[in-house]
């Protein structure tokens, strides 16, 4: 269709294969339309799923990212992309959350970002994670994200 | 108060230990003050643990209880503490919950019972166990269970 | 205003004084001003409350009533009055609920009814207690009373 | 926009007044463009008042109409304005209910047809009012009208 | 990536556009892989609009479409392909709900096949449609559609 | 009826065609009748659907509009209308929520607007965009949106 | 019974019509029984109905009114009265609420007041409207009025 | 069992007959275990009626009630049985709210408390009370009270 | 601990590692310790993943599992590495739901046994399928699966 | 796997028994690994029970902890032990959710931490206790911990 900020990404639209890790993913971006307002975006990513490094086995997280843009938007194929370059991946559910969450500030710059990992529980207890580069600027505004709480049974 | 169905009981209104295994524990009944009509009644249960006979840890469920009394009606206090006698007491999932209702089955003597437990989750996919004793009498009427789903997190 | 089937009541629009047993109270009835099809009618009564023969305390539930009118609809204000009157008398669950739903039944001669008595919880185990007359007649219809299950916390 | 079979209707389009009475609004029907088969059609209509006979006070009430076309398909103007007819009438609940079921099933004459009628609460009891023409045919298929049951406070 | 029962499909994997109307639209269907046994399949298809034939003006629909496959799937680009020509097309709520049931259950052949439409209120009242082929083969299972039932506000 | 101030409108109660793209679309507004004090206005837009600029396949999304009336109020009609003339308008989903924000900033001058896109997921992840003029004023009060957060399945 | 505040007035208990319009109504009040300290009063509303000035159509709202008395109370059944005065008055849904607001806040003269109004849909987009006196003082507290936001269906 | 801060106690493991009006009950108080750090408690309670002074017919709500102890803790039963005096006393809603919290402050002296009385409805419009004893002390902190809003029927 | 029938269990306890296909996981199964009566017992599964064989991209899906044992029950963890194997195959929706039902229901030989896939939306429509070996025996039950409806935003 | 923070530990992977009281549990610690940053952490613990130190017999509670990670990390496994060691330990409610807290505080040194215990009812008023390190540090963010309120029945 026309021609687009979308005009220069690699990934779109092409037959593109899951990378291998976080490492071996390419984020990429796109200019800001609304670069010269402030305003909020959230990705909200229920299908995540990384190894743990003790013992292999598959973990399960349900993302929520919230942030600020400046110069630039994320691509969300991308996103996507590199989000799914943890499927082979060992990480600890604190780190890998923290982590993902200052790639993401670091590649894009934002004026702010957050992020919420909200793990399937093992052992019975699930473990949530919380960061954000800071507080949220005044004068911009976004909702809890409103996750329900884990409860068990009954 | 007034003298009752409930006077020859022992364990009701005093100091009581819990019993040290299912074994110990004494079922109490009393006389079904209805014996003439069919009805139903349900005993919901959501502090019920054991522990796992793999590895001595604790396990937690959910129990609903069911049963259409005959001549009986089982004492409350006599059966909570038979489930509390669970607590230190090793157990599998469905051979405990079946087990059971099998013994309130033998001791009541109802028309009807069925047991349903809603385990927590271990290794992130939880086990529910549904045992009656037989299809439900036609004429009577109880409400499915409606303990919600697991679903994990998001 | 009109003249209505209402007009032989006795209790209602007077200032009435809540009945001191159920004994002492009257239900009335009126006319059903429909009685040539078969219908149901659902009263939902969350405001129970009764005292607990063994101990004094009080006691609460929340009853639901289905019935299928014969000769005779039920004038709630004396619906309301009757379950008040539980006030200050003794009542144990199973046989509590059972008796509202045959005084009920024995004084409307309907076609078909039912009880289902949700008792708040006492020692973490609430009880709940369904009766009715028999199975409802074909061709007539009432959703699922749909109370939701107890849970606990959590 | 193009001929319909709603073409001949009087009160779709226009500016309508409210009917000052049930008997007063006139009911209009088109032809069922599926007649060869067996449907099921719910119209939910959580915008219904009327007046108490007794007291001349407002009562609401949220109400579920299903039906199975046979050769009509009820326009939905005019039962709109049919329901708005009693904003100024009298009308004992489980009367009411039953009397616009049996007043669309005359007119109408659908294979089958039920009324749920979900009044707000007076006294603190709110009563429902269930009726349909028969057993819902075989082969035809409708959802339980799934309205939540009323529970007070907490 | 492998060959599949998907390799002679048209539409799949291109750029394709969005049909003009239901009639040019077209269906495709897959082999049924497992056309030995007896299953049910459910699509959920939140994303449904249409034009009012009276006003020209948008209508919304939640569809949920379930059927028992005999020789054949749909594909379910060339579904959603289907369902996204009504864009520009004019329907009635009823007539449109029961045509697409209809030109599935003509195209598929299924041993079954319903549809559920959930169409947004208009005039304070929403339509919902039911239609299936006929009573649902013994022997499968299909849970309830679930869809929460309209409740205005509040 | 009445002279009132929404006399001078255009599209208000006329046959309107759905304008072809947003520029085409025309606001209208009239006098805010309590324009000495502060207060908010809340419009829910659960029927909002374009088309996506890279693949013209269609969008869909959630809007929440909140805004404290300054010397106008939009007219609802032609608010619907111009969220309407999106239907077959190619928009990026960022891009597009804070488009028309802003364009209604720009033409109602508010004291404060904001609004919140809660789009339809497109790869497994659902964007939402939150934009608004600024801090809102004191003295004011709005709830929060609200909107449940997307979470896949289960 | 006792002599309380209530004896003053002219409504309670007696037969009242409804008035014919809000300029009819006659809002009462009594003295605050607790008027040395802080507190807030909530009023839920969901029976509320007037007419479109525009069409002469019946239109619904869901009410919630909060307030922090100062001298007096509201009556509530000439709140009621009141409030069930707008049921043939016609009304736009910016003005009314803030209205209703303004009558009360000048009649209880409260430390503080506010009003959310939450219209049933007309055209798929509900209006929803919040005003108050001013910012809520602190020491004092009061939920969110918590309504559920609209969602169409689905 | 062990010797405890609640060895002193009048009532606690007795048989206690319910006070026969407010005046009568005496509340008991243990001393705070953590009285060095600032904390909160909440006391939920689902289980009150009282009688209407106007009519003597019972009325019902659901009690929250938050503290942040000082010195002393309430215990328990004293504070069920205080609360269950109200069961044959009259007492009207706005009243009634704060002089439990009122009474309760002035006993236990805590750093801070604040009660939330959600009364079931009469004349179809529920009253909410919300009393505090000052701003929450910085520092400490208790979720919302989240009683879910009344909504009527539907 | 015990001697049990876990006791010849190979991968129970051990690292264990995922296997690389279905083809390669080894289900194992321990004798019914209540092999003498009709029960049921549900497995659920939300962290479930494959990858879609069109374009090797991850999909999701929440599974429930309901079986009535014979002579066997399934042991969980070698069913949890079974379900594991499917993160790094290929698998249609439809196919892959049913063949796993059929997998378990050969090597379980269960009186009866059926599965629920419920997939994340893909194209904005999400399949559900679901199989069952045949009709549930008389004298069982099991609860509907009860997960909740997919409804897109808003 | 790799050697990480988690190499140094006891507890993990082993063959462990719950600890017979809270003394003789051994929480352990990690190093933080992103200790340069200021996040948040929660643990949901819905399989809590402690004795009632007056009659012997079980609590239950659901806990949520939430941490603002130091140079520490607590290690999962630890915790649970640490949180099992209460199964056989008399508790009060209020000194119990403390003592937790402050413990974890101690240990973990973390920048922040609170702790709230959702109690199961006891006499059908349960408790909450809520207790936190000081107010949460600015630029860092933690939602609700959102435990539904209590209800009783109905
Ligand atoms: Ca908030
Ligand atoms: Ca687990
Ligand atoms: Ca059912
Ligand atoms: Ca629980
Ligand atoms: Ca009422
Ligand atoms: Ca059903
Ligand atoms: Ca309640
Ligand atoms: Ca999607
Ligand atoms: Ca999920
Ligand atoms: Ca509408
Ligand atoms: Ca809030
Ligand atoms: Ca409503
Ligand atoms: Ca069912
Ligand atoms: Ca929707
Ligand atoms: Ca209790
Ligand atoms: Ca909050």
Chains 1, 2, 3, 4, 5, 6, 7, 8, 9, 10 share one sequence.
């Not at 984020?27 to 959230?42: G, I, K, M, S, T």
Request: glycine share 12%; aromatic share 12%; charged share 20%.
């Amino acid at each position: 269709m026309t021609e687009t900020i979308y005009s220069g990404l690699k990934q779109l639209g092409g037959a593109t294969r899951l990378p291998e890790s976080p490492d071996q993913a390419e984020l990429e971006r796109v200019q800001n339309p609304q670069a010269d307002v402030a305003y909020n975006v959230r990705f909200t990513v229920p299908e995540f799923t990384s190894l743990c490094p003790m013992t292999g086995q598959p973990d399960f997280a349900h993302l929520v990212i919230d942030y600020m843009p400046g110069d630039w938007l994320v691509e969300s194929k991308s996103l996507k992309l590199y989000l799914g370059s943890f499927r082979n991946h060992g990480a600890f559910h604190e780190d890998c959350t923290v982590s993902i969450g200052r790639r993401l500030a670091g590649f894009l710059k934002p004026r702010w970002l957050r992020i919420g990992g909200y793990w399937y529980p093992r052992g019975g207890m699930p473990i949530d994670v919380f960061w954000q580069t800071g507080p949220m600027p005044e004068a911009v505004w976004i909702p809890d994200q409103g996750v329900p709480p884990y409860r068990g049974r009954g």
